[in-house]
């Protein structure tokens, strides 16, 4: 064998090399094909090489990546019906490998370079599928020996397993990319579902903050405003995480305000609420609920719980409202108390929700709790936002593992 020929049969091994390494690295389609097609001229000295890929929607050939074509013709975008025009409308409709040796004596040439002389068109195939179709040209007369097809040929190979691969690529890019957007736009709308504004009287202020730990969030809070100046506080976590419980957050949401136009006490709110759940709440969820009612005509707050964490009471010494805790709603008829706590001035009543309590980092051997709740309000200027930064010192810069709510009730004109 000469020295040209050995030095040529290591130029295609190389080539095929580079494009086995290329398969591996690269996702991006056209990235990809732009840098092969620019790899075969290159290293071989072809005037022209492209790859086609086949749009199965209009039966067509489409120009994916070109390199050597001059302005005067073909472009990438460019369409060709499959089995109508030039050779790789011919390898198109027949699956097979086509060489014109002189394309000026071929029936199926289509005049696209003035200066080729040879073609060579190769169909891309997964599968035993066409994909797209792998164009050469020359401008030398019978420029590719059998050897050279035959290489030409595993690369081809090659690149159909580039496409097929970069092709579910782009596709699961599409769909992670779609998932999000519905992501933040349902973050958008649970936003929208929380109290648009603080409330701030002469008797109560009351003030709330929801940290997600995913997009969106099963916590919940909630201020409704009743008729003699009352007004209802809930806090509320929906079982699981993620969009499920969103869903299902949303859909108590809009129960527990049918019922509080009827429905004053928190007791009798609990049960009517967790009626109507066990008839729609898919099973194995539930919802647990903190439900104040603030009533500044004898400046008390009626508390009701359904598996919820109790209140802290920041009056003095911090401690918590200790009374009855029935079961979450949505898992069975129970009966639901309320414990009523005499406000002064100056008071705070917290709520919080079970990522706060049991928020614990790597390095923590106790989760943060009701300790760390109350010893944060020992500082008279503690609320809402800064118990949450606290939580985050305390897990060290560890991702919270569930939604984190803290709502706190000031008596007088405070405002936390």
Same mark, same amino acid.
């Given at each position: 064998?000469?020295?040209?020929?050995?030095?040529?049969?290591?130029?295609?091994?190389?080539?095929?090399?580079?494009?086995?390494? $290329?398969?591996?690295? !690269?996702?991006?389609?056209? @990235?990809?094909? /732009?840098?092969?097609?620019?790899?075969?001229?290159?290293?071989?000295?072809?005037?022209?090489?492209?790859?086609?890929?086949?749009?199965?929607?209009?039966? /067509?050939?489409?120009?994916?990546?070109? $390199?050597?074509?001059?302005?005067?013709?073909?472009?990438?975008? /460019?369409?060709?019906?499959?089995?109508?025009?030039?050779?790789?409308?011919?390898?198109?409709?027949?699956?097979? %490998?086509?060489?014109?040796?002189?394309?000026?004596?071929?029936?199926?040439?289509?005049?696209?370079?003035?200066? %080729? $002389?040879? /073609?060579?068109?190769?169909?891309?195939?997964?599968?035993?599928?066409?994909?797209?179709?792998?164009?050469?040209?020359?401008?030398?007369?019978?420029?590719?020996?059998?050897?050279?097809?035959?290489?030409?040929?595993?690369?081809?190979?090659?690149?159909?397993?580039?496409?097929?691969?970069?092709?579910?690529?782009?596709?699961?890019?599409?769909?992670?990319?779609?998932?999000?957007?519905?992501?933040?736009?349902?973050?958008?709308?649970?936003?929208?579902? *929380?109290?648009?504004?603080?409330?701030?009287?002469?008797?109560?202020?009351?003030?709330?903050?929801?940290?997600?730990?995913?997009?969106?969030?099963?916590?919940?809070?909630?201020?409704? @405003?009743?008729?003699?100046?009352?007004?209802?506080?809930?806090?509320?976590?929906?079982?699981?995480?993620?969009?499920?419980?969103? !869903?299902?957050?949303?859909?108590?949401?809009?129960?527990?305000?049918?019922?509080?136009?009827?429905?004053?006490?928190?007791?009798? !709110?609990?049960?009517?609420?967790?009626?109507?759940?066990?008839?729609?709440?898919?099973?194995?969820?539930?919802?647990?609920?903190?439900?104040?009612?603030?009533?500044?005509?004898?400046?008390?707050?009626?508390?009701?719980?359904?598996?919820?964490?109790?209140?802290?009471?920041?009056?003095?010494?911090?401690?918590?409202?200790?009374?009855?805790?029935?079961?979450?709603?949505?898992?069975?008829?129970?009966?639901?108390?309320?414990?009523?706590?005499?406000?002064?001035?100056?008071? $705070?009543?917290? !709520?919080?929700?079970?990522?706060? @309590?049991?928020?614990?980092?790597?390095?923590?051997?106790?989760?943060?709790?009701?300790?760390?709740?109350?010893?944060?309000?020992?500082?008279?200027?503690?609320?809402?936002?800064?118990? *949450?930064?606290?939580?985050?010192?305390?897990?060290?810069?560890?991702?919270?593992?569930?939604?984190?709510?803290?709502?706190?009730?000031?008596?007088?004109?405070?405002?936390?």
């Amino acid at each position: 064998m000469s020295d040209p020929e050995l030095r040529a049969q290591i130029d295609e091994l190389f080539l095929l090399q580079r494009v086995a390494q $290329r398969i591996a690295s !690269l996702l991006d389609i056209d @990235l990809l094909l /732009e840098e092969v097609v620019g790899d075969v001229a290159e290293t071989f000295g072809y005037s022209r090489s492209g790859v086609l890929l086949k749009d199965d929607s209009t039966n /067509e050939l489409v120009i994916a990546a070109v $390199r050597g074509w001059t302005s005067n013709y073909h472009q990438k975008g /460019e369409r060709f019906r499959i089995g109508e025009y030039g050779m790789v409308g011919h390898v198109g409709a027949t699956g097979e %490998t086509y060489y014109a040796p002189d394309v000026l004596n071929d029936p199926y040439y289509q005049v696209s370079e003035s200066l %080729t $002389r040879s /073609e060579l068109d190769i169909p891309l195939k997964r599968h035993g599928v066409l994909i797209g179709v792998f164009n050469v040209q020359s401008t030398s007369v019978n420029a590719f020996s059998s050897s050279r097809i035959r290489v030409m040929e595993a690369l081809a190979g090659h690149l159909a397993i580039a496409i097929e691969n970069a092709g579910l690529f782009r596709r699961e890019r599409l769909e992670k990319e779609r998932m999000q957007a519905e992501l933040q736009e349902a973050q958008h709308i649970q936003q929208q579902l *929380l109290p648009a504004s603080d409330i701030t009287d002469s008797a109560f202020s009351v003030h709330g903050v929801c940290l997600p730990c995913r997009t969106v969030a099963g916590d919940w809070y909630d201020y409704i @405003l009743l008729p003699g100046g009352c007004i209802a506080v809930i806090v509320a976590d929906v079982s699981g995480k993620g969009m499920a419980a969103a !869903l299902l957050m949303s859909s108590t949401r809009v129960i527990l305000r049918l019922l509080t136009e009827k429905i004053v006490g928190p007791a009798d !709110l609990l049960n009517s609420l967790n009626r109507s759940l066990l008839q729609d709440f898919p099973r194995s969820k539930f919802v647990t609920m903190a439900c104040v009612l603030l009533d500044p005509r004898d400046m008390t707050a009626r508390v009701a719980l359904a598996g919820h964490p109790p209140p802290v009471l920041v009056s003095g010494a911090p401690c918590l409202v200790e009374g009855p805790s029935g079961l979450p709603l949505g898992l069975m008829d129970a009966g639901y108390v309320e414990e009523t706590i005499k406000l002064t001035p100056g008071a $705070r009543l917290v !709520l919080y929700s079970d990522g706060v @309590l049991e928020a614990h980092g790597p390095a923590a051997e106790e989760d943060y709790g009701t300790a760390g709740i109350t010893k944060h309000f020992e500082n008279a200027n503690a609320s809402a936002e800064s118990l *949450l930064e606290d939580v985050r010192q305390f897990v060290d810069g560890a991702p919270l593992e569930d939604d984190a709510t803290v709502v706190t009730i000031s008596v007088g004109n405070k405002q936390f």
